[in-house]
């Protein structure tokens, strides 16, 4: 047995691979145990078994095998490194487990098979269990078919791909084996369910009895929805959201028969082949045969051989398409057309995307062979063009079907039309821009009027289909002059249309909720009287505002005849009136006396009725139909009109004619009118400005470019120069004033008349206008002036160079009317009116069509054999596009002819071709980007030629094509990637130079990242490739390549790669990533806006929305100007206008989750998910701001400086608020620490300095998880590259010692030592080396001797820096320490001990002297008080003793020093003289004179002198009080009063003496502060009497000493030399029982100052601390131990006291280290304190504590510690009830219950303070019973706690527990005991309990044995028996013993009280009551000296003072209680003894 269980001893791994199967067995068990503990997917444990996988799997042992296969599952669920093994683990489970014999064992092996595929390494898993179904074992077959099934039924198609295992279905369905048949048949039928029919053309070879069986399964399936049960592992955290998705999905997919099957292409399931090998080598020649049936032979055998392989390889097709094209275009027989079509159609639908270099030479042919109307062929031009729209998209094909719709034939249009149909059906609708669909739209609506109905139904249809794609609202504007049957027609082919792809959700549907309210005010009545719809504004969300119009301003201006486009550029039309409607309409509006004023002869009248009229214009009605028009026509048309002779009538009617203009809606029609006439006016002298104003005004109200054209069309007709200079000079100053929107082509052909004219003013003013135009035209406009003279040129060049470079001027009209058209955007002018785009002049140039030129013969020339004809060819086609200059694109079969030039195998005809493309892009501009697809292949194989003229000529052309066309078109049709994966190294040098250079310029997202993709792989391997040009440059692709793709997508690439290349591409991958530049910021996502932007949101009134939803808004509806830029920021309702940081007590609910291991703590080498996702939680939960949070998470970096930048303007206002969520912050940053942009880290770095600051400033201190969750990560980038980051981090790091305990930052940057980077050590050593500088060898942990050794350690590291360092600190700690060191750091090697030696030898020399060595590390005092002279305990301000009146003379405390005091100026004086030797001189030293001048007016020790006192009598103050024994008309009896007189006399006399006998007192030295030390034997004599009788000896003295204040404020000094001499001097007072009382008066202000150096200490480090805390807390306890003192203390005071102590308990500052006896020390002082304050204080200041922290976050123990405190009182309830107001308390009570009720504790993890706070309602009303109601007059009847103790009241009196109203205590003890009987009450079971633990404590044994056998008296009939259960014999034994001495203490007291009148005192004094009080008294004071102090525990009081001055304070009785927690009981108790010896004297 013993050899069995031998394998137990070695380690788990080494028993995994144990040759004994038991003991592998056992490490398999052990294995998976540990797998299941290790909750980090990354630690080092999972790589010791990484390797044992497969051999687990693959056991011997079935049993070994089984528990392996468990332990492997366990592995890949849990450890990132599962990935690794998946290609051995897999082939061992394929070949051993999947088939294995027991079925546990098959059940594991699947399911690790499903657990790998859930880890994403599908692939690898399809790929094993696909070559398992190879295997010869059909059971392996078998089992790896039903695998693959089921791997597929739970994770779908698209994990577990059909298209790896689809061709081998049909041989295993053939197998002979039946099972593998049966599981291959269900691997078919689940197939099906997920693809749907694509499955039947691969099973169509079956037989026909099994393929019956399968489509009997498979009508099964129809309708069956095909949904995924399990995800993979990045999918899981979406499956909530997917699954709600597809809930919402199920009403659209109801009624579809096969709605869960996957939309898969037939064609990703076959393999492609290369058809042209295969194509007959005879088949062009017989293509150019004449004789048909050959023709058709040679079509048949490539129709055959299309159909026999649908999907065609990759190659050059270019041929073989253009003789298909010439069979469709030039065969005369239809049905080789018919023939040809479906070739091509075939071929298209083969290469797919690859066919787009093909598709725009087809097109236009296909499009004009619809001409055909034979049905076969009409029939298979439609499928050819189907087909290749699927390879092209409608914005590449546009030229060809806007001039197909403009063919004269009408079943081209109409065709083109169906075909438009058919292809939008299948367009996604992003895929159409504006100016695609308009221009589609126009084409349409053109044939839409056609008189072939057949055109007119299918431009309908087309229109109907573009309508339902792009939403009516895009196309109504469009549709405006569509009349009202056509727009029927569309609108019933809208409705029948049917978009047969799944269109991408809208980004409206992501919307807030709040969009229903916008749609509903959509939906507003218009205004009356206009037919232009309202606009839409949503409710106002963020105030009541509404959209207010501007006075003199219609909302709707057009009559019912007037139309309104919403577009901009559409103008409002009317009708012309007829001149008799004109003047019906003149009559009705004006009056007669203006009318016949118009026509009047007389001048005077004209100009009256003018002025008349003028005023009469702004009081018309705007919406009155035709009034503008009146007006207008009225004022013109009547003579003399605008042809008024007299200047003044004129400038009225110009006037009146442009206020028309501004305040009525005016319309071309009405501009017609007058536009020449004013036109002729603007040659008038006096009126030409008047009239130019007119113009501008008309422009303004209808369109600048209407005006224009009219204008210059009239002026260029007239004679007179003076009308074309001025009209000129008006364009050139509109332009500047509206912009240039003005046709540019129409207004360059009328200013070249202008230019060209003979008059010199005319053509200055034209020359003016070209120079105007330049500005916005460019160089470029110098153009169309090339053919002009000479010295015409030159004067017009001249112009262009003064405004060339001029940035035009911001519009200022035209604005406010373009903002008013909701369809802005859709126009595309929003951009012009923002900055003026350059106008693309290469579309104003007229181009020529070459394609007539392109002949055949030309093409045959230059496809010749004879290279010399091919030259000629090339040389005829250069000529032909130089003559042209500018050409269309449209250029026959040239592209294609050109690109087998571009292949030439002569490099000189390869040049001249490559020059001739890029003639061709220079010619064609824009237009080349079309053929592209064509000549690009080309271009790159020219690239890769080994001639360098030859590449340097295709680079040129390749840079021409992308200067002038763009480059998008370059990275389609994987045309880079084909030219990569077969190219030359040249081709791949050359490329990847070219795409490194031109890929960061392109924008973002213009690049198709499907494309990139088919790139990476060939990147990741040519940055492996064994040339080194082609590596170098592959390596400079990579931030190409990854600024359009991210690091992200590139990573996941890498993992198809080979592991011995993975290594260098992720150095190149790392490399780049740095250097990603800034991103665009996205417009779309859900991010905080910039602050200025969210308030111009906010006032925009709601025009934004409406400006979206794109309806008309009519004039001046807007109420801001706001409104205009609105539309394209965020929407009001996504902006979250909350607090960035909200004040809330969760924080403290964080706290306790972490230390309870509830959630993750926050420690790890890289964040993982998880802890974003816990951080995102707790933001959430907080209140975080969302929008705010949502750039915290970005990617973008831009964002998360965004966040800083907020935070950091928050910081001065909401400090708060960051307390409450410092911890969030602080983790937040740890996440950046781990980015590696270097602007985040250091903005964040200057923020964290800021918020370090504020809590110094606010003396916060960090909680434990603040610090252990922020200052390791911090310390991570201590070693950062960067100087500005590594300074950031140290300056962070001084502030964390001021916040954070410096042990502990000690600790982790020991643990920073571990780092592997070098830098990092180095800076933790620096900053060890400062940490033991300033906080002496104390601060080392875990131990000096540990830390040291491990800092020695780095004296051997082989980076110099870190060498360095070491030394440096291990010198800094040798000198505070001396030789001591060497045995702390242990043994070192010869070689590092020599170095310490020499560098220690180094520093002597050069270190300057330090302070003395007899003084300890932690005295040094700070900086400043080297600078005072001598110790002066100033008075501190703020320390709450603003009430004491200050002293009345300065000066020190003391003329005569202590001797501490002198030393302690000793060392000062002597530091001061090291100081001054120090002294540094030269440039760097201190100006003496300065520092003279500074310090003249300072006092100095040696300035000083003692100065004797002169002699005053004071004998006064020592003789004899007079004390009359007469108070309030009672008198004591003579001789009584006299002897207690004489004994205090007494007592006075010996401890006072006369002032010429005491020198201290001659000196003037206070003697309460510099007492005079009495022997011990005196003191213990004498300390009876004088605590007794004289304890009031501060009534003697001055009320408020100012030297005693001055004395207790110096407690709170900052200045711990200062505080600790304070502490020493109240200490000996203190400590002498005859001097306590001077302190009596002074209590508060001794606690108060003890809280504010309580304060201070918590902001020093702790060695500096602990010299204070020692003394300071050792006086705290002394004083709290005196007799007479603390008892009078506030309930503030007692509640602040508590406060801190109880902080320093929780916060565990002082437990580090030798220091863990503080915390016994200061539970002693809060027992003492409990025990000795006023009861009802300390009550009432323990429940306000209560309330006052438990809403705020703080540290989770503070309130387990004051609940403690509470809990003791309660038990203390019973005895010291006398002592308590109940008023008082149960106020506080009702306080806490009132500030938090209940219903505040519902929602609070815990409410254990609001069931303490009832406990002691509980108690008190247990102890009172019925009377406690008695004390309820300060609360209302109707609060919570009036209730709660009317029901515990209640439940008392059901449970008979308490009596009655007024019983005592007690009584109601007895009445219990009665009742119940032998049952033992809860009352008894508690004073029992507190009498045994007297008896446990060797202090007070004797007390609590005396109080148990008082209770056993009282109770005879309770068994102690059964409180003694449990307890030691022994124990037993001293109960039994202690009681029997009692007792015969008792029955002996009463015979041996007769022999002490033997005693001499006896006999020789009076014996009455007074005599044994006063030897009670010295006898208790006795045994209170001889007791040692020691009993910190002890919560009982030991005596009381009896006093003399008290004995008036009653009327009868001398007694006086001096004691707040001398309980009446016990007063009672003692009475009553001494009236017993009273009676017994008497009766003797």
Not at 1620 to 1648: C, G, M, S
Request: proline share 5%.
């Amino acid at each position: 047995m013993a050899e069995d269980t031998e394998y137990k001893k070695l380690p788990v791994e080494e028993r995994c691979v144990h040759k004994l199967w038991k003991a592998r067995v056992d490490g398999y068990e052990e294995a998976a145990k540990l797998f299941r503990e290790l909750d980090d997917e990354k630690s080092p444990e999972w790589s010791k078994y990484a390797g044992l996988i497969k051999k687990m799997v693959v056991d011997s042992n079935a049993l070994a095998q089984e528990k392996g296969l468990e332990a492997a599952l366990i592995f890949v669920e849990n450890s990132s490194l599962a990935g690794r093994t998946v290609g051995d683990v897999m082939s061992g489970i394929v070949q051993k487990c999947i088939a294995a014999p027991k079925t546990k064992t098959k059940e594991l092996s699947v399911q690790v098979t499903l657990m790998y595929v859930e880890i994403e390494k599908h692939e690898a898993v399809l790929e094993e269990l696909i070559k398992g179904m190879d295997h010869k074992n059909p059971k392996i077959v078998s089992a790896c078919v039903a695998a693959t099934t089921q791997a597929m039924r739970e994770f779908g198609s698209k994990v577990i791909p059909v298209k790896p295992f689809i061709k081998k279905l049909a041989p295993l369905l053939a197998d002979r084996d039946k099972a593998v048949r049966d599981e291959t048949k269900q691997l078919a039928v689940e197939s099906y369910r997920w693809i749907g029919s694509v499955m039947r053309t691969h099973i169509a070879s079956l037989p026909q009895v099994t393929l019956k069986e399968l489509e009997d399964e498979f009508d099964k399936l129809k309708g069956e929805r095909a949904e995924p049960s399990r995800y993979l592992k990045s999918q899981q955290e979406k499956q909530a959201k997917i699954a709600d998705e597809a809930a919402t999905e199920d009403s659209y997919n109801d009624d579809e028969a096969e709605a869960g099957v996957e939309d898969v292409d037939p064609m990703d399931l076959i393999d492609p082949v290369d058809i042209l090998s295969k194509m007959p080598k005879d088949f062009y020649e017989k293509l150019d045969e004449k004789k048909w049936t050959l023709r058709k032979e040679s079509l048949e055998a490539l129709e055959k051989l299309l159909t026999d392989n649908p999907k065609v390889e990759g190659g050059e097709y270019g041929a073989l398409v253009s003789a298909l094209k010439k069979v469709i275009t030039k065969d005369s027989n239809v049905v080789l057309v018919a023939m040809a079509g479906k070739c091509l159609a075939m071929l298209a639908k083969g290469l797919s995307k690859r066919f787009s270099s093909y598709a725009t030479a087809c097109v236009p042919a296909l499009l004009e062979k619809f001409k055909e109307k034979k049905p076969n062929v009409v029939s298979a031009l439609r499928e050819a063009m189907d087909s290749i729209y699927a390879s092209t998209t409608l914005e590449a094909q546009q030229e060809h079907i806007v001039e197909a719709l403009t063919n004269k034939n009408p079943s081209v249009k109409s065709e083109t039309a169906l075909f438009l149909s058919r292809a939008l059906c299948r367009t996604q609708p992003t895929a159409l821009n504006k100016k695609l669909v308009k221009l589609l739209t126009t084409s349409l609506i053109k044939t839409l009027n056609e008189s072939d109905p057949t055109v007119r139904d299918s431009s309908a249809e087309a229109l109907g289909t573009l309508m339902k794609l792009m939403s009516e609202k895009a196309l109504a504007a469009l549709l405006v002059d569509v009349d009202p049957l056509k727009m029927s027609k569309i609108k019933e082919f809208h409705d029948k249309a049917e978009i047969k792809i799944k269109v991408t959700a809208p980004k409206k549907e992501l919307r807030p909720a709040t969009a229903p309210a916008a749609k509903a005010a959509a939906t507003a009545k218009p205004s009356g009287g206009s037919t232009e719809p309202k606009p839409v504004t949503r409710p106002a969300t963020t105030g009541a505002r509404k959209a207010v119009k501007k006075p003199g301003v219609a909302a709707g201006a057009a009559p019912a005849t007037l139309s309104k486009a919403a577009g901009g550029k559409n103008m409002a039309s009317e009708r012309e009136l007829t001149p008799e409607e004109v003047q019906d309409k003149a009559d009705e509006l004006l009056p007669p006396e203006i009318l016949n004023g118009l026509v009047d002869s007389n001048w005077k009248n004209r100009l009256a009725a003018m002025e008349q009229l003028l005023a009469q214009i702004p009081s018309y009605d705007a919406k009155q139909p035709g009034i503008s028009q009146t007006l207008v026509r009225t004022i013109s048309g009547r003579k003399p009109g605008l042809k008024e002779m007299n200047f003044q009538v004129l400038k009225l009617k110009l006037d009146a004619i442009r206020c028309i203009a501004e305040n009525f809606s005016v319309t071309p029609i009405t501009v017609d009118h007058v536009v020449n006439e004013i036109t002729e006016k603007l040659a008038d002298a006096k009126n030409g400005g008047a009239a130019a104003d007119v113009l501008t005004a008309l422009a303004d109200a209808t369109k600048l470019e209407h005006v224009v054209g009219k204008v210059l069309s009239f002026a260029l007709e007239q004679k007179s120069p003076k009308v074309q200079s001025e009209s000129f000079n008006w364009i050139s100053k509109a332009i500047i004033e509206f912009g240039f929107k003005v046709q540019p082509k129409t207004l360059i052909e009328d200013v070249r008349k202008g230019v060209q004219s003979t008059n010199p003013t005319v053509r200055g003013a034209a020359i003016q206008l070209v120079g105007t135009m330049t500005m916005y035209m460019g160089n470029a406009l110098m153009v169309f002036f090339d053919s002009e003279k000479p010295a015409l040129k030159s004067q017009i060049q001249t112009e262009f160079n003064k405004n060339l470079g001029e940035k035009p001027p911001k519009p200022i009209r035209g604005v406010q009317h373009s903002s008013t058209n909701a369809d802005d955007d859709e126009d595309e002018d929003g951009a012009e009116r923002a900055s003026p785009e350059p106008v693309n002049l290469a579309d104003l140039l007229p181009r020529v069509d070459i394609s007539s030129q392109i002949t055949e013969s030309l093409l045959k020339e230059m496809s010749d054999k004879d290279w010399k004809t091919r030259n000629e060819g090339l040389t005829k086609l250069q000529a032909i596009i130089s003559e042209a200059k500018l050409i269309k694109s449209s250029i026959g079969d040239l592209a294609p002819a050109l690109a087998h030039r571009l292949l030439d195998s002569n490099a000189k005809i390869a040049q001249t071709a490559l020059s001739i493309c890029e003639q061709l892009s220079t010619a064609m501009g824009a237009g080349c980007r079309s053929h592209v697809r064509v000549l690009f292949p080309g271009f790159l194989h020219a690239l890769g030629d080994s001639k360098s003229f030859v590449r340097a000529a295709a680079l040129n052309c390749i840079n021409s094509f992308g200067e002038q066309g763009g480059y998008k078109e370059f990275f389609e049709s994987e045309m880079i990637a084909d030219a990569l994966k077969s190219g030359s190294p040249a081709l791949k040098t050359e490329l990847w130079a070219w795409l490194a250079e031109k890929m960061p310029l392109l924008p973002p997202k213009s690049i198709s990242k499907e494309e990139l993709t088919t790139i990476v792989p060939h990147l990741y391997a040519h940055i492996c490739d064994r040339n080194a040009e082609v590596r170098k440059n592959a390596n400079e692709a990579v931030l190409a390549v990854m600024i359009h793709l991210g690091f992200e997508a590139m990573a996941r690439a890498l993992d198809k790669q080979k592991p011995a290349s993975k290594k260098d591409i992720m150095a190149a991958l790392e490399k780049a990533r740095p250097n990603l530049p800034v991103k665009p910021l996205p417009k779309g996502k859900q991010q905080a806006p910039i602050p200025e932007e969210t308030k111009k949101v906010v006032r925009s009134g709601g025009g934004a929305v409406a400006q979206k939803q794109g309806a008309a808004k009519a004039a001046g509806a807007a109420g801001d100007k706001a409104t205009t830029t609105a539309a394209s920021r965020k929407k009001e309702e996504d902006v979250d206008t909350s607090p960035l940081l909200a004040v809330n007590s969760i924080k403290n609910q964080r706290l306790i989750d972490e230390q309870k291991m509830r959630v993750l703590k926050w420690t790890f080498t890289t964040p993982r998910e998880e802890f974003t996702e816990l951080l995102r939680d707790q933001m959430t939960t907080a209140n975080v701001n969302k929008a705010m949070m949502a750039n915290m998470f970005h990617d973008d970096f831009r964002y998360h400086l965004k966040v800083i930048e907020q935070l950091s303007e928050d910081l001065p206002n909401n400090s708060k608020a960051l307390i409450c969520n410092l911890d969030l912050i602080l983790k937040w940053l740890t996440l950046r620490f781990y980015d590696t942009n270097p602007s985040v880290l250091i903005k964040g770095l200057e923020y964290l300095a800021q918020v370090f600051q504020m809590l110094v400033e606010m003396e916060y201190m960090m909680a434990e998880n603040e610090g252990s969750s922020f200052v390791p990560h911090l310390l991570l980038k201590i070693g950062d590259p960067k100087d500005a980051v590594r300074n950031g981090v140290r300056r962070v790091l001084r502030q964390i010692n001021l916040l954070y305990p410096f042990t502990k930052v000690f600790s982790y940057v020991m643990d920073g030592l571990k780092s592997k980077n070098a830098r990092q050590r180095t800076e933790c050593l620096d900053e060890l080396t400062f940490l033991i500088e300033n906080y002496g060898l104390g601060i080392c942990q875990p131990s000096q001797q540990v830390a040291l050794k491990e800092i020695a350690r780095q004296i051997s590291d082989r980076d110099n820096s870190v060498r360095n360092a070491a030394l440096n600190c291990i010198v800094m700690a040798y000198f505070l320490a001396g030789e001591k060191i060497y045995k702390l750091i242990g043994q070192l090697n010869e070689k590092d001990l020599s170095m310490l030696d020499e560098r220690i030898k180094r520093a002597k020399k050069t270190r300057k002297p330090t302070a003395p060595a007899d003084m300890p590390t932690g005295l040094k005092p700070p900086a400043q008080v080297v600078q005072q002279d001598s110790i002066e305990i100033e008075d501190t301000v703020g320390n709450g003793c603003d009430e004491l009146p200050p002293p009345e003379e300065e000066g020190t405390f003391d003329q005569a020093p202590s001797a501490q005091v002198l030393q302690l100026q000793q060392q000062l004086q002597l530091q001061q003289q090291q100081a001054a030797q120090q002294r540094t001189s030269g440039p760097f030293g201190l100006d003496p004179q300065v520092m003279s001048e500074i310090e003249k007016n300072w006092v100095r020790v040696d300035q000083m002198v003692f100065q004797e006192q002169p002699t005053v009598d004071i004998s006064l103050l020592y003789e004899p009080i007079k004390v009359i024994p007469t108070r309030d008309g009672f008198q004591y009896p003579q001789d009584k009063f006299d002897r207690l007189v004489s004994r205090s006399h007494y007592i006075q006399q010996n401890l006072t003496t006369s002032p010429q006998s005491n020198p201290s007192m001659a000196s003037g030295i206070s003697p309460y502060r510099s007492p005079m030390r009495m022997p011990q034997q005196q003191l213990l004599t004498n300390q009876s009497h004088l605590e007794n009788n004289v304890p009031n000896l501060a009534d003697v003295l001055p009320k408020h000493d100012p030297q005693l204040v001055k004395i207790i404020k110096a407690v709170s000094s900052t200045d711990t030399l200062k505080a600790r001499a304070a502490i020493n001097e109240l200490t000996e007072i203190i400590e002498a029982p005859e001097k306590q009382a001077v302190l009596r008066d002074y209590e508060e202000i001794f606690i108060q100052n003890v809280l504010a150096q309580l304060k201070n200490l918590s902001q020093l480090p702790l060695s500096q601390a602990l010299v204070v805390y020692q003394p300071l807390l050792s006086i705290l306890y002394t004083f709290f131990n005196a007799n007479i003192l603390g008892k009078t203390l506030s309930i503030a005071c007692i509640k602040n006291l508590m406060s801190s102590l109880l902080h320093l308990l929780a916060d565990q500052k002082l437990t580090s280290g030798d220091d863990s006896q503080y915390n016994k020390v200061i539970n002693g002082i809060c027992l003492k304190v409990l025990d000795k304050v006023n009861f009802t204080n300390i009550y009432c200041a323990l429940i306000r504590l209560l309330r006052e922290t438990c809403p705020v976050a703080g540290l989770p123990k503070f309130t387990d510690l004051l609940m403690k405190c509470i809990w003791r009182n309660i038990k203390m309830l019973p005895e010291r009830s006398n002592e308590l107001n109940y008023d008082a308390v149960i106020l506080e009570v009702h306080e806490f219950m009132l500030a938090l009720p209940s219903t505040w504790w519902q929602n609070r993890p815990s409410d254990t303070p609001l069931r303490t706070v009832k406990t002691i309602i509980h108690n008190m009303a247990k102890v009172k019973g019925n009377a406690i109601l008695q004390h309820l007059n300060q609360i209302p009847t109707h609060s919570e706690l009036h209730t709660y103790l009317i029901r515990i009241l209640k439940n008392f009196q059901k449970d008979s527990t308490v009596s009655g109203t007024g019983v005592s205590p007690q009584r109601q003890q007895f009445s219990a005991k009665d009742i119940g009987g032998k049952r033992i009450s809860h009352q008894t079971h508690d004073t029992v309990s507190q009498i045994f633990k007297l008896i446990s404590d060797k202090d007070t044994k004797q007390q609590g044995l005396q109080k148990l056998y008082d209770f056993k008296q009282q109770n005879p009939d309770i068994d102690l028996s059964t409180f003694l259960q449990g307890s030691s014999a022994t124990f037993h034994k001293y109960i039994e013993e202690g009681l029997a001495e009692i007792e015969r203490n008792q029955n002996a007291g009463s015979t041996q009280a007769p022999d002490n009148r033997t005693d001499v005192n006896y006999q020789n004094a009076v014996h009455d009551p007074d005599y044994w009080m006063d030897r009670l008294q010295n006898m208790m004071s006795t045994r209170h000296n001889v007791d040692d102090g020691s009993n910190i525990l002890d919560n009982r009081v030991a005596d009381e003072n009896l006093c003399l001055n008290s004995m008036n304070s009653q009327k009868v009785s001398l007694i006086r209680r001096e004691k707040p927690e001398l309980s009446p009981n016990r007063l009672q108790h003692i009475q009553a003894k001494l009236a017993q010896i009273k009676k017994e004297n008497h009766a003797q």
